[in-house]
Each structure stands twice: as C-alpha cells, then as structure tokens.
C-alpha cells in the first residue's frame, strides 16, 4: 500500500489536493455554513483571489518498539518531510494517531489500553534547526536531562508551542495527550498556521505500553499504570534532590496554594507518581514481581501526522500564534533566572488526593485555580504586553478525573471558555472504557461563529481546573492550547476600574 512506502526510518503519504470550507466546528453541520462559505467565496472573488486548493499529507514517525509496561518519552532524529513544502503553507487543520502495522500489513488505530498516548510533540523546520533540537535533547528527557547535561535547558522544548515559534520553529501538540482522537484542530478561515521553508521533522511520543495493564476493555476502572507510578526501582534520594541520579524535570515549582496544600505532586519528597518518574525506557510496574516484562513481547507503535494545508497567502490567510497561558500549577511569582512566566515555570502536573471517607460524591470534587497573563511574560518591552490579539481556538489538557477546566476573563468574571472531557464506553479506538477520550475546544471565528475575543497579551486570565476526588490520581495536568491572532491597528479593549 501506499501509506507503507519509504524507508523504516519514516514514511509518508504523497501529498493529496481537496477542496473544503474551513469553517466547521465540532458542533456544526457542514450544510449550516452555506451561506458564510458562499460570502467568503465573494470576498475572495472581490480580491481577486481564488478559492485556496486544500492538500493533505500524512507523516510517520519512526518505529517505536516497547515491552510490557515500558515507556518511549524521548526525541526521535529528524525526518525529511515530501518535496513540495520549500514554500509557505498555510495549516487549516491537522489529526493525531497511534497506530501499528498488524501481520497482514494493514495499519490498525492502537486502543489506549494498548498503547496509552500520555502526550505527544510534532516540531516542523529546518534540517539545521531539527539536527539542533535532537543534538540538544538526544538521549535526554524532552523537558530536560540535566545529570548528561549540565547545560541543558528545558526550555528548548515546550508544552504549547509558543517557544518554538519564538525559535522560528513550528510545533504541533504538546500538552495533547490520551484526548488526541476527539480533540478537534479545525481552525476556520481565515485562520491558519503558517509554515515557512520547513523541511524536516522530528517527533516526541510519550507513549506507555499498556497491554495486559490498563483496564479491561469494559471495567471503567482506572489503573496507576497510566498516572506513572514510581515503582521501588526508582531511586529516590531527597537530600541529593534526584530520582536515579538526575534532578528530575521540570523542577519542582507549584503555586503557592499547592504548596500550602501540601499537594504529593509538589515536592520530591512527597512524590509518588507523575512525569518524573515516566523516563524513556522505564518500566512502570514492579520488575522484582513482573521480571517477566523484561523479556516480553515487543509491540511497535508509530504516530501518525496527518495535516491540512494551501498554499500560504497574505491577502487571504491571517496566521494563528500561541499563546503563552496557562498552566494552573504556574504561581504567581517568576520562576528562574530569566524571571519567565509560562508553561515551563510552572510544575506541570499536581495531585488528586482522595476525598474523605463518608463525603458525598456530589462533594468529592478538587479544585484548583490560578492567574495568568494571557500572552505575556512580563519580561521586555511594554509595547508587546499592549498589543491586542483575538483568540480563535482554545482546547483543554486534563487527565483521568478531569471534569472541566474554565479560563475565566479575571477583569470581567466573564466565562472565556468551558472545556470538558468525554470519556469512552466501549473498546473501539476512540472510545475506550475507562478512559479520557476528548475534550472539546472553544472555536471563535466568522458567522455562524461567535466572534474571536479581543486581548491585551498582558490580559490576566483565571483557569479554575474541576477534577473527580471520589479516587487519588498521581500526575494529573490542567493546561490550557490556545491559538490566536494579532489584531493590527486594533482599538485597545477597555479596562475593568
């Protein structure tokens, strides 16, 4: 087949031209968008521009080959991306999968119980800038290794995106995880994502293999297998500051109310389970009494990239950005040297712990809040803190648990965005029992669309994260990916007195 062609180092498909109206949601049938589709032909004949020819590429990663219970968290070398893509493209949407290439060559969606994606990253550059990036992190944790590299900086890598644009880089994905089946990344004209001169592509799967460990097809059961326990063959020494010799990335820093909390997720010494015990090539189960899956069998897994795009034209198309917020373990306070306030000065991840014994269920619920800046710093020149920008896509990142996370205008109260997870009911791919399956983004753009909201980058923003306590998670996130545009020659937003 087609889709199996090239070298095992990566495959890909052939670029295939469509035409379509990127305009849909997840909510909305293709017939209820005639009428916009019809004026933005208009306004495209009015300029004299042709309605864009849609084309669609499929990329694989290498071959990722695991044992029972054991982790893939790292960078991959680069791949060269089809020929065709030295111009400017413009992004209108793009999917995610797992999948594997069974006996009789078919490929297969792999079910989370099989292949549990904990979060994935797709970066799009230069061959120089791709080689720099896996120079940099080859060997190493995504988010820093710093026991092989003293200088390494985790910062190379981000959870959302909007470091890598700051490179000249583009990513993809990022705090995307187990949701990345039904977590639609349609983005309406004329938006885009825009893609300048790439040539090559690298990714980071974090994938655990979870068959035999995860629950069963219809338990509805949740597992710690999937919350990265730290089983006895870490070793943990809180003295020395280390899991396994290393200091664990990203460093310990929630927000002051975690931390008054007491949240297990917040301090070495409290930590039982999470990302920094999920390293490329662990095993997430006890080997003194599983030594079977140190010889077990092997599964090979591979993401599958698939995205949307035209040609890139600046009359026609208005490029998306990322923004910086939010994460809700971010305090307050700047984290290290640079003083930066994003993703990765935050903790990450936090703790469910379990409600008390006796609480009704409608009361075993967690909450967790906190402020940020929607797209600044607070580092360099004011004139960007003022600059507006108009939010077109905002998706949530929870995990198991998850019963919705808020962004909340902090001036107004006004509700920005709801995001809410679905969980699965059966043991297709996609709806897996027992398992966070999607979450819905919030999508702003032309009729029938609500229109974008506009923001100094500086705008502060509440998330408020909502997650079931009736069970303890270890390692859970609550973080906001957010795409917006800038806004030229904008009348500023009023301010709350």
């Given at each position: 087949a087609d889709h199996l062609a090239g070298l095992p180092a990566g495959r890909f498909r052939a670029p295939q031209a469509r035409h379509r109206a990127r305009c849909r949601t997840a909510h909305r049938s293709r017939a209820s968008l005639n009428r916009p589709l019809v004026r933005m032909i208009a306004a495209f004949l009015l300029l004299g521009l042709?309605?864009?020819?849609?084309?669609?590429?499929?990329?694989?990663s290498r071959p990722i080959e695991l044992r029972p219970g054991q982790v893939h968290n790292r960078v991959d070398p680069p791949i060269q991306l089809p020929n065709g893509l030295s111009r400017s493209i413009a992004v209108t949407s793009f999917e995610v999968d797992v999948v594997e290439v069974t006996e009789d060559g078919r490929e297969r969606s792999v079910p989370l119980y099989e292949g549990y994606n904990h979060h994935f990253i797709t970066l799009l550059g230069s061959l120089e800038q791709m080689q720099r990036l896996y120079n940099h992190s080859a060997g190493q944790d995504p988010l820093g290794g710093e026991c092989v590299k003293p200088s390494h900086d985790h910062g190379m890598l981000g959870t959302n995106g909007n470091r890598a644009h700051k490179q000249g880089y583009s990513q993809f994905g990022g705090a995307s995880g187990a949701e990345f089946r039904n977590n639609p990344h349609d983005f309406p004209a004329p938006y885009a994502f825009v893609l300048r001169n790439v040539s090559h592509f690298l990714t980071v799967l974090h994938v655990i293999n979870s068959k035999g460990f995860a629950p069963s097809k219809a338990a509805g059961s949740s597992t710690r297998l999937l919350e990265c326990p730290c089983t006895p063959q870490r070793k943990i020494d809180v003295a020395a500051g280390t899991i396994d010799g290393c200091l664990p990335r990203p460093a310990f820093h929630c927000?002051?109310?975690?931390?008054?909390?007491?949240?297990?997720?917040?301090?070495?010494a409290a930590y039982t389970g999470g990302y920094r015990c999920c390293e490329d090539g662990v095993h997430l189960?006890?080997?003194?009494?599983?030594?079977e899956v140190l010889t077990g069998p092997v599964s090979t897994f591979q993401l599958k990239f698939t995205i949307?795009?035209?040609?890139?034209?600046?009359?026609?198309?208005?490029?998306?950005?990322?923004?910086?917020?939010?994460?809700?373990?971010?305090?307050?306070?700047?984290?290290?040297?640079?003083?930066?306030?994003?993703?990765?000065?935050?903790?990450?991840?936090y703790n469910i712990p379990k409600c008390a014994e006796g609480t009704p269920a409608s009361a075993c619920v967690h909450v967790a809040t906190n402020v940020q800046m929607l797209d600044w710093s607070g580092e360099g020149d004011t004139d960007e803190a003022d600059e507006v920008i108009e939010l077109v896509h905002a998706a949530g990142h929870m995990h198991l648990g998850g019963m919705h996370i808020d962004l909340i205008d902090e001036l107004t109260g006004q509700l920005v965005c709801r995001s809410t997870p679905t969980y699965g009911s059966s043991a297709a791919a996609g709806d897996e029992a027992g398992f966070l399956v999607g979450i819905q983004p919030?999508?702003?753009?032309?009729?029938?669309l609500k229109a974008p909201p506009r923001f100094k980058r500086s705008h502060p923003m509440r998330t408020i994260a909502h997650y079931n306590s009736s069970v303890e998670h270890t390692g859970v996130m609550s973080l906001w990916l957010m795409s917006a545009a800038a806004v030229k020659d904008a009348p500023r937003p009023a301010m709350s007195s």
């Amino acid at each position: 087949a087609d889709h199996l062609a090239g070298l095992p180092a990566g495959r890909f498909r052939a670029p295939q031209a469509r035409h379509r109206a990127r305009c849909r949601t997840a909510h909305r049938s293709r017939a209820s968008l005639n009428r916009p589709l019809v004026r933005m032909i208009a306004a495209f004949l009015l300029l004299g521009l042709s309605l864009p020819e849609e084309q669609t590429i499929r990329l694989y990663s290498r071959p990722i080959e695991l044992r029972p219970g054991q982790v893939h968290n790292r960078v991959d070398p680069p791949i060269q991306l089809p020929n065709g893509l030295s111009r400017s493209i413009a992004v209108t949407s793009f999917e995610v999968d797992v999948v594997e290439v069974t006996e009789d060559g078919r490929e297969r969606s792999v079910p989370l119980y099989e292949g549990y994606n904990h979060h994935f990253i797709t970066l799009l550059g230069s061959l120089e800038q791709m080689q720099r990036l896996y120079n940099h992190s080859a060997g190493q944790d995504p988010l820093g290794g710093e026991c092989v590299k003293p200088s390494h900086d985790h910062g190379m890598l981000g959870t959302n995106g909007n470091r890598a644009h700051k490179q000249g880089y583009s990513q993809f994905g990022g705090a995307s995880g187990a949701e990345f089946r039904n977590n639609p990344h349609d983005f309406p004209a004329p938006y885009a994502f825009v893609l300048r001169n790439v040539s090559h592509f690298l990714t980071v799967l974090h994938v655990i293999n979870s068959k035999g460990f995860a629950p069963s097809k219809a338990a509805g059961s949740s597992t710690r297998l999937l919350e990265c326990p730290c089983t006895p063959q870490r070793k943990i020494d809180v003295a020395a500051g280390t899991i396994d010799g290393c200091l664990p990335r990203p460093a310990f820093h929630c927000s002051d109310t975690l931390v008054a909390q007491g949240n297990g997720g917040c301090s070495l010494a409290a930590y039982t389970g999470g990302y920094r015990c999920c390293e490329d090539g662990v095993h997430l189960v006890d080997t003194d009494k599983h030594p079977e899956v140190l010889t077990g069998p092997v599964s090979t897994f591979q993401l599958k990239f698939t995205i949307h795009y035209h040609d890139f034209d600046p009359r026609r198309d208005r490029e998306l950005r990322p923004t910086s917020c939010c994460d809700v373990t971010q305090g307050a306070r700047a984290s290290g040297a640079s003083g930066r306030r994003d993703f990765l000065s935050g903790n990450i991840e936090y703790n469910i712990p379990k409600c008390a014994e006796g609480t009704p269920a409608s009361a075993c619920v967690h909450v967790a809040t906190n402020v940020q800046m929607l797209d600044w710093s607070g580092e360099g020149d004011t004139d960007e803190a003022d600059e507006v920008i108009e939010l077109v896509h905002a998706a949530g990142h929870m995990h198991l648990g998850g019963m919705h996370i808020d962004l909340i205008d902090e001036l107004t109260g006004q509700l920005v965005c709801r995001s809410t997870p679905t969980y699965g009911s059966s043991a297709a791919a996609g709806d897996e029992a027992g398992f966070l399956v999607g979450i819905q983004p919030c999508v702003w753009g032309p009729l029938p669309l609500k229109a974008p909201p506009r923001f100094k980058r500086s705008h502060p923003m509440r998330t408020i994260a909502h997650y079931n306590s009736s069970v303890e998670h270890t390692g859970v996130m609550s973080l906001w990916l957010m795409s917006a545009a800038a806004v030229k020659d904008a009348p500023r937003p009023a301010m709350s007195s």
